[in-house]
């Protein structure tokens, strides 16, 4: 597997349509990331679920994820579904996130996502982050729209067992969702590893990326 390593990352930016969207999708290459660079800048942005009890799942799950980081986070109350009847809020908060920091690299849903919400949010990064490396995570959900990555982050078996431990740990109200459990979240990490050659990875889409490859 050809593999680059980038330089020295000091600021993230995360972004989601709903409380838990991070943490499913980039759960565990977030703990890595932030467990390797104490001190890295975590922004996070979360369009909905402001002023109730995903909030408060979302910011303790934020800060489980991102051990030893500088972590600010935003959470908003746009309704749940009817992100495109909102469109000019949405694009306002990701322009003020832009505003607030210039990230090494930003986490986002992926642009063909069959969620309207997740679809919407992940067209609007790229007007607002137009210069960065953006790595569209996936969700496993009843869709069934799981695509073809082509970026991935191998996972060892500690860290995937612990990012599936704080899934369940902290997001209480989806634990009665029939998709929301072990099996799915480490089968699918099983799968994105045999497809980078290792144990468990996560799987991202990124549509252009610039290379430095002659120094």
């Known amino acids: 597997m050809i593999g680059l390593r980038p330089g020295r990352i000091n600021r993230v930016a995360v972004l989601g349509a709903h409380c838990d969207d991070i943490a499913i999708g980039a759960g565990g290459t977030l703990f890595a990331l932030c467990a390797a660079r104490p001190g890295l800048r975590v922004d996070a942005l979360v369009l909905s679920g402001g002023g109730s009890e995903r909030e408060d799942e979302e910011r303790a799950a934020l800060a489980a994820f991102c051990p030893g980081a500088e972590l600010s986070a935003t959470v908003l109350k746009l ?13 306002s908060a990701v322009e003020d996130l832009r505003r607030r920091t210039d990230p090494d690299v930003v986490f986002a849903p992926r642009t063909d996502d069959a969620h309207q919400d997740h679809r919407g949010l992940a067209l609007l990064v790229p007007t607002a982050f137009r210069d960065h490396l953006v790595l569209g995570y996936e969700i496993v959900k009843w869709d069934g729209d799981l695509g073809t990555p082509n970026v991935y982050q191998p996972l060892s078996g500690e860290l995937a ?6 899934l369940q740990q902290h997001y209480a109200s989806q634990r009665h969702r029939p998709w929301y459990d072990r099996e799915a979240f ?30």
């Open 79 to 91: 309704p749940d579904g009817r992100f495109p009847a909102h469109w000019d809020e949405a694009k």
């Open 161 to 166: 067992e612990t990012k599936v431990r704080l």
């Open 186 to 215: 480490l089968g699918l990490a099983r799968i994105r590893g045999i497809e980078c050659q290792a144990r468990y990875a996560e799987g991202f889409h990124t549509s252009k990326l610039v290379l430095g490859l002659g120094g």
